[in-house]
Structure formats: structure tokens, C-alpha cells
């Protein structure tokens, strides 16, 4: 799967360094509560490798990129031996020096959080941190300010600078020594307050094979396959066979829902199939009314009914009294192991605002009515930025619309430039704008076309042709 890293600041030297400069660019954000890995840069300027460690373990920990900042002119080891008016105190000693910088950030303006560390030099920042920071606009950023050194604490380094990027918010930093742990880093991090979700408005479709979809991975921690098998109207053995027809071919995400009246056989069907148990992922949902006054009793319902040991993720199935207490006790049923991950189907933008400031667990997916004649164009990247998965349900349009949309002119065109069906043309425009599909389907002929879809690719112009098909269009009442 797709990991979209964004690049946290970091910029140290070590105070007792004497060895040479070696420093090589690599490629390496968010509000104050969530931070999308995509949209954190981390920049470091290190000597000695102290502060690249430090570095790779905001990496590691936030799932942003490194961006080392490499003088053009690199420090020698007489530029480093300090109090011998050396290059190092020549320059801390002048307000103007600032140490031109090789390279630069690309697309800075995408990072919103910027973690910016650098060793201590006579009790403050190299003037290279003054430097990058006057080369870019830092205005409703936030700056995270470290260090390294043998024993300076930041001090002053760090509040010295704020005068530099002014519009931007800082928040407190840290100094680090030599040898920082894993641990300690990510006990810094966590203790900001910040909470970094994955990147999740664009998959890894090059590493899928027709018969294996890539995942994503979800705010929740796991991963979650990017085409399933929907199950809506399947019951009985029909259901069943479709289940083995589409783990036969592939698929490895199935869902499901209690108003459904399937989880019986879809667990049934898992059950017996060859297909290991940890495998495949299966979402539930529980439903308004009876279900949400009783969430207890509802959740425990799904798990007698499909008895495959946890659930996957479990939603609401839309908006309704009492879905906060619902979605509560899925938090607790969490807590116990029953279900891994939490989600939402049928809301929108309003209603996630709303909801998430009630709840602990952020929902990791919103499952909604999505296809080429209603794109909701505003919601999928208003739910990617909160770090929620979008899955589209009717994928296709819907019962009696499928028809017209697979006969679609621009859509048929498309498949025929690619040599493939207007279903699967449908399905890898649902995935290459970030949006998990399940298709429902009771033909295994169907099943295995649906989860072929990853041997071409559309266009800029291609999908751009189908965003235009937009017709704000909604086929059901949800």
C-alpha cells in the first residue's frame, strides 16, 4: 500500500562535534489535534549524525519525511573548533551571517506541521537555521523547535528564532543527547498532543495484481484491503456462494450489515472456506432504532451471527438517536477485542463535524453513496484530511441505475481505449481517487472482473472526463 510521507523540520548539530560535515538530502503538518503524515516535513543539519537520528525517529514516529539541510559551502573540522575564531563562532558572533543553503523543500507549501530541530552552537541555533527559516512563508504553520547536544538545554535558541516565521504557531521544544531512544522520541511526540494519521487519499494501486487488491492503512492501525465484495440484497446460499466466489478470486474484504440479514451466512461462507480467518476483513454494521437504544446486545448479535472470533470494523448505519451511545459502546467493545476498527456510513460533512467531538476513537472509515453521477466531491477530501477512509457503496449507481451508467458514452469510450468493461473502468476510477470500492455482485464471472482492475491505469484526461460526469445525482435516500 500507498505510504504518502509528508516531511517533518528537524535541523541539529552536535555542540562537541569535530568531525567533518556529511550531510546528503533525502526526502525526508496538520492542525493542532490531527496531523496527516502527508502534510509534516522534517528538515534536520547534522555533523555528526546525532540529529539525523533524532530525525529518523520523528520519521518513524509521525510517518513524515526527511529533509536534511546541506550548507553550500560544508563545514570542515577547523570550521568546528570552537573559540579559535572559527568559522562556527565567526558566524554565531555576526547577526547577519546566514550560511546559504544547497536545495531546497519542494511544495513546502503542502507541509503544515514542521518539526525543526539543530545542535546547539554557543548556547543557540546555527545561522543555516536562520537561514532556511527566512527562505520560505511559515504563516499558519506549526513549528516544533528541538535540539541536540552534550548538555545545553534549548534555552533560548528555540524562542529566538520565532521572530523568523512570525505567522506561524510554536510550540515548545526539547533537547535531546547523543543516543535517544525510539521510545523517548515517540514519548515527546505523544506528549504534544498531536495525533498523526496515515495518508489516506491516495492507495498504492502499482503493487496490486488482478486477484489482490493493496490495503490501506487506517487511523485504527490496521489494514484494510481497498476492493470487497458489498453484500447488500445477497441472502441465503446465494450469499454464501458469492462470499467463496469472491474469496476464490481474491477478494478479502466483505461487507456486510445486521439490516442485511446476512451475517450468519457471510460467517458461514469465511468459515468454511480455505482462506485463513486473519486474512480477510469484515465490516458489520448495526442500525438505528433498537439497536442503537441496545448497542450492547446489537454488537454481540453480530458476533454470534457471523462467529469468525472478532469483527474487523464495525459502523453505524447512519445518523439517529442514540448513536453516540452506540458508537460508545463500540468503543468499549474495542477495548475488550471484539472489534478493531470503528466507522460511520451515510455522513457527511455537517455530521462528522459534530460527531467526532463526542467520541474518544476517531472513525477510521465513512462508507457512502459514491459513483460518476454523485462524486461528493467536497466530502471524500474533507474526510481524507481528518486521516477517514472513503468507501463508495453502489459503486455502480445503485439498483436501477447501473444499467445507465455502464452504457455511459464517456465511460464506454474509456473502456474501449483500455480493452476492458465499463465496470472496471468505474472501479479504477473509485480507487485512483482514493476511494475504497465495494462492488456487490452474485456472478463469480462478475466477482473475478471486479477484482481485476489492476493491470491499467486512466489518464489525467480520463479521469477528469468522468469527474465531469458529476451530476450531483443521488440514488438513495440516505
Not at 456487490?440 to 473475478?448: A, K, M, V
Request: proline share 4%; net charge negative.
Amino acid at each position: 500500500m500507498r505510504k504518502t510521507l509528508g516531511i517533518i523540520l528537524i535541523i541539529m548539530m552536535a555542540l562537541f562535534s569535530f568531525s567533518a560535515c556529511n550531510n546528503t538530502n533525502q526526502n525526508g503538518g496538520t492542525n493542532h489535534t490531527t496531523a496527516n503524515s502527508s502534510n509534516v516535513l522534517i528538515a534536520f543539519f547534522s555533523c555528526t549524525g546525532t540529529t539525523k537520528g533524532v530525525a529518523e525517529h520523528i520519521e518513524a514516529k509521525t510517518g513524515g519525511a526527511l529533509y536534511s539541510i546541506v550548507p553550500e559551502e560544508p563545514y570542515t573540522e577547523d570550521d568546528l573548533k570552537y573559540y579559535t575564531n572559527c568559522r562556527a563562532d565567526r558566524e554565531q558572533n555576526d547577526p547577519d551571517a546566514r550560511p546559504a543553503i544547497n536545495g531546497s523543500v519542494e511544495k513546502m507549501e503542502n507541509y503544515d506541521v514542521i518539526f525543526l530541530g539543530y545542535p546547539i552552537w554557543h548556547g543557540q541555533a546555527p545561522k543555516i537555521i536562520y537561514t532556511f527559516l527566512e527562505s520560505y512563508d511559515f504563516s499558519g504553520k506549526t513549528i516544533i523547535p528541538f535540539c541536540t547536544s552534550h548538555s545545553s538545554g534549548i534555552g533560548s535558541s528555540a524562542t529566538n528564532l520565532h521572530s523568523l516565521a512570525s505567522d506561524a504557531t510554536w510550540l515548545d521544544g526539547r533537547r535531546f543527547p547523543s543516543g535517544t531512544s525510539q521510545s523517548t522520541v515517540n514519548d515527546w511526540v505523544d506528549s504534544l498532543g498531536l495525533k498523526f494519521t496515515p495518508d489516506v487519499s491516495a492507495f498504492d494501486l502499482g503493487s496490486g495484481k488482478n486477484g489482490h487488491a493493496p490495503t490501506v492503512t487506517l487511523n485504527s492501525g490496521y489494514e484494510m484491503p481497498i476492493l470487497g465484495l458489498g453484500t447488500y440484497s445477497l441472502t441465503g446460499e446465494t450469499c454464501k456462494a458469492s462470499v467463496k466466489a469472491a474469496l476464490d478470486s481474491g477478494v478479502r474484504l466483505i461487507d456486510t450489515a445486521h439490516m442485511y440479514g446476512n451475517e450468519r451466512e457471510i460467517g458461514e461462507a469465511i468459515r468454511e472456506s480455505n482462506v485463513p480467518r486473519e486474512e480477510i476483513f469484515v465490516i458489520t454494521k448495526i442500525y438505528p432504532g433498537e439497536q442503537y437504544s441496545h448497542p450492547e446486545e446489537a454488537i454481540q448479535e453480530s458476533l454470534d451471527k457471523l462467529d469468525i472470533g472478532y469483527i474487523d470494523m464495525m459502523l453505524l448505519h447512519h445518523p439517529g438517536a442514540n448513536d453516540v451511545k452506540a458508537y460508545k459502546a463500540m468503543e468499549k467493545a474495542v477495548a475488550d477485542g471484539k472489534i478493531r476498527s470503528l466507522g460511520l456510513s451515510n455522513w457527511y460533512i455537517e455530521e462528522i463535524d459534530d460527531f467526532i467531538s463526542q467520541v474518544d476513537i476517531r472513525p477510521a472509515l465513512v462508507q457512502n453513496e459514491i459513483h460518476p453521477y454523485y462524486q461528493e466531491q467536497a466530502v471524500v477530501p474533507y474526510m481524507h484530511n481528518l486521516g477517514i477512509v472513503m468507501q463508495a457503496w453502489y459503486p455502480f449507481g445503485g439498483r436501477g441505475h447501473t444499467g445507465e451508467l455502464l452504457s455511459d458514452e464517456t465511460i464506454v469510450k474509456i473502456a474501449e481505449a483500455h480493452n476492458v468493461t465499463a465496470a472496471q473502468v468505474i472501479l479504477r476510477w473509485h480507487l485512483q481517487r482514493g476511494v475504497v470500492a465495494i462492488p456487490g455482485s452474485s456472478d463469480p464471472t462478475h466477482i473475478l472482473e471486479n477484482i481485476s482492475v489492476f493491470d491499467f491505469s486512466l489518464s489525467s484526461e480520463e479521469m477528469n472526463d468522468i469527474a465531469a460526469l458529476d451530476r450531483n445525482e443521488k440514488h438513495d435516500w440516505y
